[in-house]
DNA sequence: CTTGAACCTCTAGTTACTAGAGGAATTAGG
DNA sequence: CCTAATTCCTCTAGTAACTAGAGGTTCAAG
């Protein structure tokens, strides 16, 4: 059985020291064992759970989401469209970005490009993340 | 020559009137004129602006690389060199969040399809999400 | 048994907003 | 011209998700 440190913990799930700390302030993670003088000892299942939160963030992830997605894992016999729902939201969040950034990228090909020949005046940039017209998700509404 | 009000402005950039307060103070939207009464009053240029802030931080970029960004344009006859450097940065910038996009999309569009309505026991969502190797991303650096 | 690294708690700072209180200004209707 | 509804003003404080630092304690190697 595996008794580890939070420093140690923090260097195998790639999570900082005071946010590993924090995470059980707020409840996410549960309080682990302490040692006679007061430290944290973790287990097995803390570096799991961590993980799970570290690659959750890593995704988009908020934390809300994440203690979700653990609550529905609590109770496996329910239905995973709450599951589903959750990921696909991201998804759809992240095919987003993905079309605004390469719409951008150009741009900035472009800017770095023509740079070498002329003054910043001549940069699409800016015109570029302006341009509403350019920016093919709603985010004016007119009711709003 | 269309003078609006903050609502207005709000409405047709799609940011939070406190928000758009809060770039002022901030130093990132510049200080509109104001009636006698002490309102705001925005002009077309402020409007433009704040559609650039709103894309940026759409597409994932600080306040501060939009300040930096913005630099470029109020001041058009710089040298060609600090706004390459700049551009350049972003485009790496850019490069490295699509390359990371384009990972996470295909692993939500994994686990999205995996979760086809049955119950969380069998859903694949938190268990990608618990189990390290079954994600094809390295976000795990071992000498971190 | 000492000593240096790692741990502890606590407070406060960060970024980028968001909400609410309490009050003044503007505008549309009569 | 006056009133009432709406919108605006400032200010304080709260949110998420950390991050840093101070000042002190515990652990483990030698």
């Known amino acids: 059985m595996s008794e580890i440190t939070i420093g140690a913990l923090s260097k195998r799930s790639g999570v900082k020291i005071p946010t590993i700390r924090y995470y059980e302030t707020i409840g996410l993670m549960d309080e682990p064992p302490r040692t006679a003088g007061g430290q944290r000892r973790y287990l097995d299942h803390h570096l799991q759970r961590l993980r799970f939160i570290r690659h959750g963030r890593d995704l988009g992830f908020s934390l809300e989401d994440l203690r979700a997605l653990q609550s529905l894992s609590d109770n496996p016999d329910q239905s995973c469209e709450a599951a589903d729902a959750i ?17 951008l990228r150009s741009e900035l090909k472009r800017m770095v490009q023509s740079c070498a020949h002329g003054t910043v005046g001549e940069c699409r940039v800016i015109e570029t993340l302006s341009d509403h017209s350019l920016c093919n998700h709603a985010h004016w509404k007119p009711e709003n």
């Open 87 to 103: 990921a696909s939201q991201q998804l759809v969040e992240v095919e987003r970005r993905l079309k605004g950034l390469r719409a």
